[in-house]
């Protein structure tokens, strides 16, 4: 399913996208996507902090931390690797965000995710958006 033109999406900038989640085994559930480059490469994760279960973007319209190398989560400014999505902050280490497959194809970015369903694409934050450890 494509999202966008992947030229829309620049360098450490994010967009996020309103999913259902269907499965054979499970309810079908809603969740927030976050879509964002880094080093060049796509990658996209529910957008569910795992430690007080917010989305990283809750506090502050951004997602990576001020120097734009690790996504931090706004309320509790816990950080993750953006290529893994591993936390790794003290109390969450080791847990990780859940990956959605996510690629670059023909020129559009497009969720490679079999049960989801796309409603809502909410429009790219430039990069410039990152916030201080703080
Ligand atoms: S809810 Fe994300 S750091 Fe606390």
Known sequence: ?????????????????DVRLNSTSTRSSQANVVVFRYLGRV????????HMHKPL???Q????DAERRWLR??????????ETGVCISPVCEGQALQAIKVIEQDGMIVFKEKYL??????????????VSHD
């Open 57 to 59: 973007n809750c506090q």
């Open 117 to 130: 369903q796309i409603l809502t694409v909410n429009l790219p934050k430039p990069a410039v958006s990152g």
């Open 1 to 17: 399913m494509q999202i966008l033109p992947a030229e829309a999406l620049a360098e450490k900038a994010f967009l996020t996208v």
């Open 61 to 64: 319209d951004a997602i990576f």
């Open 73 to 82: 989560c706004s309320m509790h400014g816990f950080i993750f690797e953006p």
């Open 43 to 50: 990658y996209a994760y529910v957008n569910h902090c795992m």
